[in-house]
Nanobody
């Protein structure tokens, strides 16, 4: 079964940086488009970014474009999200998942526990 374990969240001041990691098991990681999603308190989960399996093309939500960078290490079955210039509105629980639906990206597998990012103003 697929297991996705996110880590790297924490409390950071506005303007700061964090790097999230997602360790994947039970899936052929290199064959899948992988992505990050986030859910703020009281809001629906939203797409953040994805990276394709073969060409490593990346797509970002407008709200994070230019500040966040998604990357992957297929040898380690690990997905990353480098977050710079963080804003209070980036505060959310961040999740990784296999991505389906390129035009409207959605997660494919059951969601993991996520990792909480809190940005103070």
């Amino acid at each position: 079964q697929v297991q996705l374990v996110e880590s790297g969240g924490g409390l950071v001041q506005a303007g700061g940086s964090l790097r999230l990691s997602c360790a994947a098991s039970g899936v052929t990681f290199s064959r899948n488009t992988m992505g990050w999603f986030r859910q703020a308190t009281g809001k629906e989960r939203e797409f953040v970014a994805y990276i394709t399996r073969s060409t490593d093309n990346t797509v970002y939500a407008d709200s994070v474009k230019g500040r966040f960078t998604i990357s992957r290490d297929n040898a380690k079955n690990t997905l990353y999200l480098q977050m710079n210039s963080l804003k209070p509105e980036d505060t959310a629980v961040y999740y990784c998942n296999r991505v389906i639906g390129i035009s409207t990206p959605m997660g494919f597998d059951p969601w993991g526990q996520g990792t909480l990012v809190t940005v103070s103003s």
